[in-house]
Nanobody
Framework: QVQLVESGGGLVQAGGSLRLSCAAS????????MGWYRQAPGKQRELVAR???????SYSDFVKGRFTISRDNAKNTVYLQMNSRKPADTAVYYC???????????????WGQGTQVTVSS
């Protein structure tokens, strides 16, 4: 099984910056896409950003250039740099990864437990 552990969440004031980290561990043959999602109370989970193993990135429009996703493939870690935080960014942020654990099976999506990010005004 693949385990994803998020870290870096917490409380930050509006306009501040925060960096989230997610490290994947376990028996992993390869990791394809890693990304960040978030879920606010009463809302469905939504995509924030994702990155492929080749370095391609994509972002949701609402980040407006404020967030940056990056990866360290050697460490199986993905980061999310969040600048100019807004109260609307308050949510539980989840790390996700599509990983192949065996060549006999296709890739499967794995999810972290989530980390709370609160932006105060």
């Amino acid at each position: 099984q693949v385990q994803l552990v998020e870290s870096g969440g917490g409380l930050v004031q509006a306009g501040g910056s925060l960096r989230l980290s997610c490290a994947a561990s376990g028996i992993i043959f390869s990791i394809d896409t890693m990304g960040w999602y978030r879920q606010a109370p009463g809302k469905q989970r939504e995509l924030v950003a994702r990155s492929t193993s080749g370095g391609s990135t994509s972002y949701s429009d609402f980040v407006k250039g404020r967030f940056t996703i990056s990866r360290d493939n050697a460490k199986n870690t993905v980061y999310l740099q969040m600048n100019s935080r807004k109260p609307a960014d308050t949510a539980v942020y989840y790390c996700a990864a599509r990983a192949v654990v065996s060549l006999a099976f296709p890739g499967k999506d794995y999810w972290g437990q989530g980390t709370q990010v609160t932006v105060s005004s």
